[in-house]
């Protein structure tokens, strides 16, 4: 292997690096000029690179195990005659996905907590005991450093692809080569968009016509995405990090101010993120799913999850949510609210193995059912008190409460513990007016460090999170604008992007 | 294909021409913000040029390396960088700053042992060198030597263009390339003996004292260094006197005062530094 080759595939290929930037052309120029029926097998080939760039070599045999199983189980499901066989078969194949998730992903903490609960319990049985007379055993605790990424998108695709064809929505797919991509398809194997079947299978048979306008708008998707992720949310992250991984440092004003700059943080990390996947995708004429649309102006929590990683909720929302509340369909109002909290939690625990991520879940599962059942008493007070719910001044406020619910969650999902989240909490009620907060105003670091240093980066947060979507009607205006706008985009990520060693924050997922 | 390839290639060029007439732009409004932050990583060394282009009221200046950072403190007529500046650098800033300032009297530089083994790819010398050096109008303060050096590295045209000195991405390449030998300075000390010989007769035609001091060693590096080797070098090239103080005045001291064989642990900066200014009071003292 020439040393250029060998050196292209040790490196760790992140999204916003130069190794991914010659990588893509590579494999670009190679898809391009390969025929028809060999254009997948390049793309594979690219995507076995790509992950297996992660120096994880246990990553590449998981992936191919679940390819391999889910896609025999999914033909075995087809060919099945007998529904009991039929569910038999789903449920080993889901088995089998959520196995290999588990055990790669929370087992580290089930044993940690499960040692906990073996201990607390040991020393009360023993302080009982005048002799002790019991013995107790721990687990031993498994290695936390095992290297999960993407790994619970690619399982989720299985998982669905797997109980579509159970509910006959999808055929299987016959051609292993095919299969095989559509789990690895290295634009969104790390972080998504979660495709589902019926829409990125067929666009890999399709026979490949170079479109101009395709590929410019993939580099302007890729370019966006750049951006996003290099000049605001890592930007951004630089006003966070010091303030979350020192909270003892801190008080209840700036956890405020760090908590808006971490929402808006996440969001352009990882809509950041999925533009540069989409934009990938588009050079192979290839449509992946737009993972937002403004999620900060939803108007409900209900909205927002219509809005905010799409791909995941759509998921959340057709495989746990729908035959979860089937299941209560008995239990009228309470069913719903069981199914939407057992929902979040899930999609709470799929974040990782955290309390503050189950909390996250949690909380937004106790957001969606208090709307459900305060519904009918909001519509009648609203009434009552003749309020005009479609004016502009109400939805306003409505997309400043749901933005503040959404920010408090945040608190749980970034605080580094769920002790240093129960922290934060406290001292924004506690420590907010004290001396302090006039002392902050008045001295720039670090209160007004966020305020006015990074004035600029905030309110190009702010107006790009709320005017995201236009950008890409720059393509309709004459060349001299289109043109200046790709300069000023280009160039102001070089100029104003962060370059030290910043991770995608959904890579861990 | 064609269509893209050539309007790729037409945006490529554009934007080499915007990115360097923005980066002109950007070097004229840096000192009025910090935003762009183009010193990161090499604050002391954009200081030290600083001081060096305007006047100093002082008789005396002290140049040096990132130990000697530790051992004096920050003042007007304290021009110390780091280590990864160079000799080259080194030479430029007291050029500099004898060339703005008359005054001045006494140069003390204060060196350690293994900053003469600085070459110019090292770690860090990117950010301390090439990027605030390595341009149009110093060029001709450069020996031969560093010049043929630098011309050996490939990307070295970049480096002369304005958006090298801006764009924080060419600040990564000291962490890439701190293992490439592409340029880096020869064992045998020729850059060391060229740059001290260039102060010294600098030194000479102005009647300026030029003092070459030691900070305390530490006994690890007082292993890792060829002491005999370096001291061979300089009788051999008859600069034993301008390097008498730093053999002279050369102590050892135990480690356990160090972090990482050269620089003092935060604990012991003061207590070092006191010792240090006290030990060598008599090239250190100035009059304003």
Same mark, same amino acid.
């Given at each position: 292997m020439?040393?250029?080759?060998?050196?292209?595939?040790?490196f760790?290929? $992140?999204?916003?690096?130069?190794?991914?930037?010659?990588?893509?052309?590579?494999v670009?120029?190679?898809?391009? %000029?390969?025929?028809?029926s060999?254009?997948?097998?390049?793309?594979?080939?690219a995507?076995?690179?790509?992950?297996?760039?992660?120096?994880a070599?246990?990553?590449? !045999?998981?992936?191919?195990t679940?390819?391999? =199983?889910?896609?025999?189980?999914?033909?075995?499901?087809?060919?099945?005659?007998?529904?009991?066989?039929?569910?038999?078969?789903?449920? @080993?194949? *889901?088995?089998a996905?959520?196995?290999?998730?588990?055990?790669?992903?929370?087992?580290p903490?089930?044993?940690?907590?499960?040692?906990?609960?073996i201990?607390?319990?040991?020393?009360f049985?023993?302080?009982?005991?005048?002799?002790?007379?019991m013995?107790?055993?721990?687990?031993?605790?498994?290695?936390?450093?095992?290297?999960?990424?993407?790994?619970?998108?690619?399982?989720?695709?299985?998982?669905?692809?797997l109980?579509?064809?159970?509910?006959?929505?999808?055929?299987?797919?016959?051609?292993f080569?095919?299969?095989?991509?559509?789990?690895s398809?290295?634009?969104?194997?790390l972080?998504?968009?979660?495709?589902?079947a019926?829409?990125?299978?067929?666009? %890999?048979?399709?026979?490949?016509?170079?479109?101009?306008?395709?590929?410019?708008?993939?580099m302007?998707?890729?370019?966006?995405?750049?951006?996003?992720?290099m000049?605001? $949310?890592d930007r951004l992250?630089?006003?966070v990090?010091?303030?979350?991984?020192?909270?003892?440092?801190?008080?209840?004003?700036?956890?405020i101010?760090?908590?808006?700059?971490?929402?808006?943080?996440?969001?352009?990390?990882f809509?950041?993120?999925?533009?540069?996947?989409?934009?990938?995708?588009?050079?192979?004429n290839?449509?992946?799913?737009?993972?937002f649309?403004?999620?900060?102006l939803?108007?409900?929590?209900?909205?927002?999850w219509?809005?905010?990683?799409?791909?995941?909720?759509?998921?959340i929302l057709?495989?746990?949510?729908?035959?979860?509340?089937?299941?209560?369909?008995?239990?009228?109002?309470?069913?719903?609210?069981i199914?939407?909290?057992?929902?979040?939690?899930i999609?709470g625990i799929?974040?990782?193995?955290?309390?503050?991520? =189950?909390?996250?879940?949690?909380?937004?599962?106790?957001y969606?059912a208090?709307?459900?059942? %305060?519904?009918?008493?909001?519509?009648k007070?609203?009434?009552?008190?003749?309020?005009?719910?479609?004016?502009?001044f109400?939805?306003?406020?409505q997309?400043?409460?749901?933005?503040?619910?959404?920010?408090?969650?945040?608190?749980f999902?970034?605080?580094?513990?769920?002790?240093?989240?129960?922290?934060?909490?406290?001292?924004?009620?506690?420590h907010?007016f004290?001396?302090?907060?006039?002392?902050?105003f008045m001295?720039?670091?670090?209160?007004?460090?966020?305020?006015?240093?990074?004035?600029?980066?905030?309110v190009?947060a702010?107006?790009?999170?709320?005017f995201?979507?236009?950008?890409?009607?720059?393509q309709?205006?004459? @060349?001299?604008?289109?043109?200046?706008?790709?300069l000023?985009?280009? @160039?102001?990520?070089?100029?104003?992007g962060?370059?030290?060693?910043?991770k995608?924050?959904?890579?861990?997922? | 294909m064609?269509?893209?390839?050539?309007?790729?290639?037409?945006?490529?060029?554009?934007?080499?021409?915007t990115?360097?007439?923005l980066?002109?732009?950007?070097?004229?409004i840096?000192?009025?913000t910090?935003?762009?932050? =183009?010193?990161?990583?090499?604050?002391? !060394?954009?200081? $030290?040029?600083?001081?060096?282009?305007?006047?100093?009221?002082n008789?005396?200046?002290?140049v040096?390396d990132?130990?000697?950072?530790?051992?004096?403190?920050?003042?007007?007529?304290?021009?110390?960088?780091t280590?990864?500046?160079?000799? $080259?650098?080194?030479?430029?800033?007291?050029?500099n700053?004898?060339? &703005?300032?008359k005054? *001045?009297?006494?140069?003390?530089? *204060?060196?350690?042992?293994?900053?003469?083994?600085f070459g110019?790819? &090292?770690?860090?010398?990117?950010?301390?060198?090439i990027?605030?050096?390595?341009?149009?109008?110093?060029?001709s303060?450069?020996?031969?030597?560093?010049?043929?050096?630098?011309?050996?590295?490939?990307?070295?045209?970049l480096y002369?263009?304005?958006m090298s000195?801006?764009?924080?991405?060419?600040?990564?390449?000291?962490c890439?390339?701190s293992?490439?030998?592409?340029f880096?300075?020869?064992?045998?000390?020729?850059?060391?003996?060229?740059y001290?010989?260039?102060?010294?007769q600098?030194?000479?035609?102005?009647?300026?004292?030029?003092?070459?001091?030691?900070?305390?060693?530490?006994?690890?590096?007082?292993?890792?260094?060829?002491?005999?080797?370096?001291?061979?070098?300089?009788?051999?090239?008859?600069?034993?006197?301008?390097?008498?103080?730093?053999?002279?005045?050369?102590?050892?001291?135990?480690?356990k005062?160090?972090k990482?064989?050269?620089?003092?642990?935060?604990?012991?900066?003061?207590?070092?530094?006191?010792?240090f200014?006290?030990?060598?009071?008599?090239?250190l003292?100035?009059?304003?």
């Amino acid at each position: 292997m020439p040393p250029r080759i060998i050196l292209l595939w040790t490196f760790a290929m $992140a999204f916003n690096s130069f190794s991914y930037l010659l990588f893509v052309t590579i494999v670009y120029l190679a898809y391009y %000029f390969s025929k028809d029926s060999f254009r997948w097998f390049v793309l594979f080939v690219a995507s076995m690179a790509f992950y297996s760039a992660l120096r994880a070599p246990h990553l590449i !045999v998981i992936l191919l195990t679940i390819t391999t =199983i889910s896609y025999f189980i999914g033909l075995w499901i087809d060919q099945s005659t007998s529904l009991k066989a039929k569910k038999y078969l789903l449920i @080993s194949g *889901i088995s089998a996905n959520a196995l290999t998730l588990i055990s790669l992903k929370y087992l580290p903490f089930i044993t940690h907590n499960i040692n906990i609960m073996i201990r607390f319990t040991a020393s009360f049985v023993l302080s009982l005991q005048d002799k002790p007379k019991m013995v107790f055993f721990v687990l031993t605790p498994v290695n936390t450093a095992i290297v999960s990424i993407g790994v619970s998108y690619y399982i989720f695709q299985a998982i669905s692809y797997l109980i579509d064809i159970y509910w006959e929505t999808e055929k299987p797919e016959r051609h292993f080569g095919h299969f095989a991509l559509y789990m690895s398809f290295f634009p969104k194997l790390l972080q998504g968009p979660i495709e589902r079947a019926g829409d990125l299978l067929p666009q %890999f048979k399709r026979p490949y016509i170079f479109d101009y306008d395709n590929a410019r708008s993939g580099m302007l998707f890729f370019a966006w995405g750049l951006f996003k992720k290099m000049v605001i $949310a890592d930007r951004l992250a630089l006003l966070v990090d010091p303030v979350y991984n020192n909270i003892h440092d801190h008080n209840g004003f700036q956890f405020i101010i760090a908590t808006y700059c971490y929402a808006l943080q996440i969001y352009f990390d990882f809509s950041g993120y999925t533009d540069m996947a989409i934009g990938t995708a588009k050079l192979f004429n290839i449509n992946l799913t737009q993972n937002f649309n403004r999620p900060y102006l939803a108007t409900s929590v209900a909205d927002f999850w219509r809005r905010w990683h799409i791909s995941f909720s759509r998921w959340i929302l057709d495989y746990i949510f729908k035959p979860v509340q089937m299941s209560l369909r008995y239990w009228g109002q309470w069913g719903a609210t069981i199914a939407l909290m057992v929902t979040f939690l899930i999609s709470g625990i799929w974040h990782g193995a955290n309390w503050g991520f =189950i909390v996250w879940g949690l909380l937004h599962g106790f957001y969606m059912a208090s709307a459900a059942i %305060f519904r009918p008493f909001h519509k009648k007070l609203f009434n009552r008190l003749n309020i005009n719910t479609k004016s502009t001044f109400y939805r306003t406020l409505q997309v400043f409460f749901v933005f503040n619910l959404v920010s408090f969650a945040w608190i749980f999902f970034r605080a580094n513990s769920i002790s240093d989240a129960a922290y934060i909490v406290t001292s924004i009620q506690t420590h907010l007016f004290n001396s302090d907060f006039i002392h902050n105003f008045m001295y720039p670091y670090p209160g007004l460090e966020i305020i006015s240093g990074n004035a600029l980066i905030l309110v190009a947060a702010l107006l790009l999170a709320t005017f995201n979507s236009q950008i890409f009607t720059v393509q309709k205006y004459s @060349s001299f604008y289109r043109w200046s706008f790709y300069l000023a985009l280009v @160039s102001s990520t070089l100029f104003l992007g962060v370059y030290d060693d910043v991770k995608f924050i959904y890579n861990r997922f | 294909m064609i269509k893209l390839l050539f309007k790729s290639l037409l945006f490529f060029l554009l934007l080499l021409i915007t990115l360097n007439l923005l980066s002109l732009i950007v070097m004229k409004i840096t000192p009025l913000t910090s935003f762009f932050n =183009i010193h990161k990583n090499a604050e002391w !060394v954009y200081s $030290a040029i600083d001081k060096s282009h305007a006047t100093i009221s002082n008789d005396t200046i002290i140049v040096g390396d990132s130990v000697a950072h530790q051992l004096i403190p920050p003042s007007s007529y304290n021009l110390i960088m780091t280590g990864a500046a160079t000799l $080259a650098g080194q030479y430029i800033v007291i050029h500099n700053v004898i060339k &703005n300032s008359k005054t *001045i009297k006494k140069v003390v530089f *204060i060196y350690y042992p293994g900053s003469f083994k600085f070459g110019y790819d &090292n770690k860090y010398t990117y950010n301390n060198f090439i990027k605030p050096f390595y341009c149009r109008e110093n060029i001709s303060l450069f020996d031969q030597s560093t010049q043929h050096k630098l011309h050996r590295h490939k990307y070295y045209y970049l480096y002369m263009l304005p958006m090298s000195k801006v764009l924080p991405i060419f600040s990564l390449i000291d962490c890439e390339n701190s293992e490439s030998k592409n340029f880096i300075t020869s064992e045998d000390y020729d850059d060391v003996i060229n740059y001290i010989r260039l102060i010294h007769q600098l030194c000479e035609e102005r009647k300026i004292e030029f003092i070459v001091i030691s900070p305390p060693v530490s006994m690890t590096h007082k292993e890792q260094f060829d002491f005999v080797k370096f001291k061979k070098i300089i009788s051999a090239n008859n600069l034993s006197g301008v390097f008498y103080n730093y053999f002279q005045s050369l102590e050892f001291k135990d480690d356990k005062y160090y972090k990482d064989s050269w620089h003092f642990k935060d604990e012991y900066e003061l207590e070092m530094s006191a010792y240090f200014q006290a030990k060598f009071k008599h090239f250190l003292s100035h009059s304003n």
